[in-house]
């Protein structure tokens, strides 16, 4: 069974605190995406990564890094954590191999953070 | 840019068709996928459009059409546990990659 793993379910986290959100995917998938989910804005994208060491903006990437340096690992990097950064982020991959396969994403079941 | 368009919330009973529309607005168009999140769950892909017409795949349909920028999903015989939220997604290039892009999502409420 295919799995994209999300190391935290619940993270509460200080102001100003540098976060690490780790996600690892099973698929040997190329292409890998953080998301982030708030309540009446759906899913947005922070960043995406279709190779390793390779990484693109998305719509939302201020605040916010990544770090790809192996394949089945794609981290997302708070530096330094605010409030407005409380939210659910979603990782996800995919397989880059065909225009169809390159649609289907697979998500984790998402890191609820709370900034106070 | 890109833009997609959907319901914010759509209601239906047990054993009844719903249908789900989806506009969109995208600078270089690819394919139209739907997905569905259950909540407190992760989204899961259910089809994806790429040709004009109208895709099968059990209970569930999809249609689009590219020159209308158009799309929907069709659920049938619905079933309590079709009640999620419901979103389409389209691609867009973007300096010769490409990224998913989300609407905002239809909530369905399946009642008894």
């Known amino acids: 069974d295919v799995k994209v793993t999300q190391s935290s379910r619940y993270l509460v986290k200080r102001t100003g605190e540098k976060v690490f959100l780790e996600c690892v995917q099973d698929m040997d998938h190329e292409n890998m995406f953080w998301y982030r989910q708030d309540p009446g804005l759906g899913l947005r994208l922070i960043y995406f990564s279709y190779d390793v060491k390779m990484k693109e903006k998305g719509d939302i990437p201020e605040g916010y890094s990544v770090s790809r340096e192996k394949k089945e690992r794609f981290s997302l990097i708070l530096e330094s954590a605010s409030t407005n950064q409380t939210s659910m982020y979603l990782c996800?991959?995919?397989?880059?191999?065909?225009?169809?396969?390159?649609?289907?994403?697979?998500f984790g079941s998402g890191t609820q953070l709370s900034v106070l | 840019g890109q833009s997609l368009e959907q319901p914010s919330e759509v209601t239906a009973v047990e054993g009844a068709i719903v249908q789900i529309n989806c506009t969109y607005q995208?600078?270089?168009?690819?394919?139209l996928s739907w997905y569905q999140q259950h909540d407190g769950g992760a989204p899961t892909f259910l089809s994806y459009n790429a040709l004009d017409g109208l895709e099968e795949t059990g209970r569930f349909s999809s249609f689009l059409s590219r020159s209308d920028s158009y799309g929907y999903l069709l659920l049938q015989e619905l079933q309590m546990k079709d009640s999620a939220s419901y979103f389409c997604a389209v691609r867009d290039r973007v300096t010769g990659f490409q990224k998913l892009v989300f609407g905002t999502g239809t909530r369905l409420l399946v009642s008894p």
């Open positions: 995208t600078s270089g168009f690819y394919g």
């Open positions: 996800a991959s995919s397989s880059g191999r065909t225009p169809a396969t390159n649609e289907k994403l697979f």
